[in-house]
C-alpha cells in the first residue's frame, strides 16, 4: 500500500502567511477549521466544487457519526473520526491511493471482486486523461497534459471523476446527482464575502450539520441512521446497485470502476464499463437532497441542468430570489445570525453536450447584507424578483427594438427601409447584453436602498446609456458610406432616439420636469 491520505503530506496548500506546505487529509481539515488555508496548489477551477464539496460531506458525516458539535482543531482528532469511518480497515486501505490486494479498498476506488484487473481494461498514465473534461484540438485545456503526476493530481481527478462525471458511452454511468447523463452537478450556494478554501469549509460543514434532520424530513429514501456514507469502500463488480435505503443523506458517491497500479515507479489507472450505475436513483431525476443543487420546478420536479449560457443573470435572479420555476439550493440559505457584512452568491458547473463539454461556467455575486436580509421576507424578495424580471424583459427591448435599428441603419447604410432579418447586428447586440450582465447586479441591489423613481430613473439610466456607448463603439468599427459616412451616423442617430422615446416613453422626461431643470438651474 501506498500514498496514505491519513498520514502522509501528500497534498500542497497554500497558507494564510503566504507558505505552501504539504499535509494529509487530516492535516487539512484541521488547517480549514483554524483558517490557515486559502487555496489548493494543484487544484484546477473545473475541480474546485467537487474536492469542496468532499471535504464537506466527509467532515459532515464524520462528526454525524463521532456525536461531534464542534469541529475538532487538530489533525490527530481528524484523524480519529476519519479512521472510526473505516473501522473495518485499521491498515487505512480506504485512505491510500494504491492498494495492491484488489479485495480491498482504496481511496475511491471499490474493491474489485474478480481480483484482476483484466476486466478494466482501459489503462490511463497521466490522472487527467481520466477527469471529467471531454476536450478536442480547440479546448483551453487539453486531455492528458500532466506528463509527471503527482499524487496530489490522482487525488484531486479521482475525487472530480466519482462525483461529478455524467454518461459517456455505452456502460459509462454517470453519477446519481444530476438529472441525466448530459446534465451536470451544480455547484451553488452563499458565503462570506471573499471567502477562501477554510471561511467556506467552515460555512458549510455548519449548515451540513444544520440541514441534515429537513434533508431527511424531505427525502424519506434514506435511513435516519446506518447508511453507508463512503461508498468506495464496498465491492462492485460493475453490476450491483445501491439504493437510497442503503445510503448517508450526505454519501460520497462513486460512479466508475477505477483503480490504481504501479508502472515503472509511476501510478497508472485501469478503468471499466458497468453494466448499471452504481446508485440507482434514475427515477429521482437527480433530486437527492445535495445542499449545492438548486432544483426546477416549472415542468417537473428535477434538478438544474445548467446550459451552455452559463449563469448569466437572467439565470442567477432566479436562482438567487428562487422565481419561475426554481428553488434555491439549499446551502444558499442566510440566517441574521451570520456574522459576516459581506457575502456573495457564487454558482459553478461544467456543462455537457453529446460527446463534449460546453465550458466550465463559474460566476461570483457580491450581495451586501441588507440585501441578504431581504431573501427572508416573501414580500420583499417576490418585490425584488418582479423587479429584476421587469428589467430582464427592458433589456432585451432595449437591445432589440432601440439598439438593433440603430445599428442596422449604419450596417445597411441607411436604407428607406430595414431588414430585420440582417444577423450582422448580432455581435453588438450580444456585447451590449454583456455589459449590462456587468452592471445588472450592483443596479438592483443600489434599488434597494432608493425610491422606486430614484431606482427608476437610474436603471433606465443605465440601460440608455449602454446601448449608446455600443452605438458609439460601432460608429468607429463600421466600415462603409464613403462621402455618406456621417450622414448614416446622423440616420442612426435619428433612428435610435427615435425608438428610444417610442419603446421607452418613460425614459423621456416629462415637459413640467425639464421647465423645472430649467428653472432650477437659472436660480442664483
Not at 466519482?162 to 446527482?177: C, H, K, L, P, V
Not at 444530476?178 to 471573499?194: E, K, Q, W
Not at 460520497?252 to 446508485?279: F, M, N, W, Y
Not at 430613473?457 to 446601448?467: E, G, M, N, V
Request: hydrophobic letters at 40%; one cysteine or more; a neutral charge.
Amino acid at each position: 500500500m501506498r500514498h496514505n491520505l491519513m498520514e502522509d503530506p501528500l497534498l500542497r496548500v497554500d497558507r494564510g502567511d503566504g507558505g505552501r506546505v504539504g499535509c494529509s487529509l487530516p492535516e487539512v481539515m484541521a488547517g480549514l477549521t483554524r483558517q490557515e488555508i486559502v487555496a489548493f496548489a494543484a487544484l484546477q477551477p473545473f475541480q474546485v466544487h467537487a474536492w469542496h464539496a468532499f471535504l464537506v460531506q466527509l467532515a459532515a458525516i464524520a462528526l454525524h457519526q463521532a456525536g461531534e458539535e464542534i469541529l475538532p482543531d487538530t489533525a490527530n482528532a481528524w484523524r480519529q473520526i476519519l479512521r472510526a469511518l473505516t473501522p473495518d480497515w485499521p491498515n487505512d486501505a480506504p485512505w491510500h491511493l494504491l492498494v495492491e490486494d484488489l479485495s480491498q479498498p482504496a481511496f475511491m476506488q471499490p474493491p474489485v471482486p474478480e481480483g484482476s484487473l483484466a476486466p478494466l481494461k482501459n489503462r490511463f498514465a497521466q490522472s487527467d486523461a481520466i477527469d471529467v473534461l471531454v476536450t478536442a484540438k480547440d479546448h483551453d485545456i487539453k486531455m492528458a497534459r500532466v506528463g509527471d503526476p503527482r499524487p496530489e493530481h490522482w487525488i484531486f481527478a479521482l475525487v472530480n471523476l466519482q462525483t461529478m462525471e455524467g454518461f459517456s458511452g455505452r456502460d459509462n454511468y454517470g453519477i446519481a446527482r444530476m438529472n441525466g447523463g448530459l446534465a451536470s452537478r451544480p455547484g451553488v450556494g452563499i458565503r462570506p464575502g471573499g471567502a477562501d478554501a477554510a471561511a467556506h469549509f467552515r460555512r458549510d460543514v455548519a449548515f451540513l450539520r444544520h440541514y441534515r434532520p429537513e434533508l431527511l424530513s424531505r427525502h424519506s429514501g434514506y435511513p435516519e441512521a446506518g447508511g453507508v456514507g463512503l461508498t468506495w469502500t464496498l465491492p462492485w463488480d460493475g453490476g450491483s446497485s445501491l439504493a437510497l435505503h442503503d445510503l448517508d443523506p450526505y454519501f460520497i458517491e462513486v460512479c466508475r470502476r477505477v483503480r490504481l497500479a504501479e508502472d515503472s515507479g509511476q501510478l497508472v489507472a485501469h478503468t471499466s464499463t458497468s453494466k448499471g450505475p452504481r446508485i440507482q436513483a434514475k427515477e429521482f431525476k437527480g433530486v437527492l437532497g445535495d445542499p449545492w443543487t438548486p432544483l426546477r420546478t416549472d415542468k417537473e420536479l428535477t434538478s438544474l441542468t445548467v446550459s451552455n449560457r452559463g449563469f448569466d443573470y437572467g439565470t442567477c435572479y432566479r436562482l438567487l430570489l428562487g422565481v419561475e420555476g426554481h428553488t434555491p439550493a439549499p446551502a444558499q440559505e442566510w440566517t441574521p445570525s451570520s456574522e459576516s457584512n459581506e457575502w456573495e452568491f457564487y454558482a459553478r458547473a461544467l456543462t455537457r453536450g453529446q460527446g463534449k463539454t460546453e465550458g466550465f461556467h463559474e460566476r461570483r455575486i457580491p450581495i451586501p447584507k441588507p440585501v441578504m436580509a431581504i431573501f427572508g421576507c416573501a414580500v420583499k424578495r417576490k418585490t425584488l424578483a418582479d423587479m429584476a424580471k421587469e428589467r430582464t424583459e427592458q433589456v432585451g427591448r432595449m437591445a432589440n427594438k432601440v439598439l438593433k435599428p440603430a445599428l442596422l441603419t449604419m450596417i445597411q447604410e441607411a436604407p428607406k427601409k430595414l431588414n430585420f432579418k440582417d444577423d450582422r447586428a448580432t455581435p453588438w447586440t450580444q456585447a451590449y447584453d454583456r455589459r449590462i450582465d456587468e452592471k445588472f447586479f450592483p443596479s438592483l441591489w443600489e434599488s434597494v436602498e432608493l425610491s422606486p423613481e430614484e431606482a427608476r430613473q437610474a436603471w433606465f439610466a443605465l440601460l440608455r446609456d449602454q446601448a449608446t456607448l455600443v452605438v458609439e463603439s460601432a460608429k468607429g468599427s463600421l466600415i462603409g458610406g464613403g462621402a455618406r459616412r456621417y450622414q448614416i451616423f446622423t440616420a442612426a442617430d435619428r433612428t435610435f432616439h427615435g425608438a428610444l422615446k417610442k419603446n421607452f416613453p418613460e425614459m423621456i422626461p416629462r415637459k413640467e420636469e425639464v421647465l423645472q431643470e430649467v428653472e432650477n438651474h437659472e436660480q442664483p
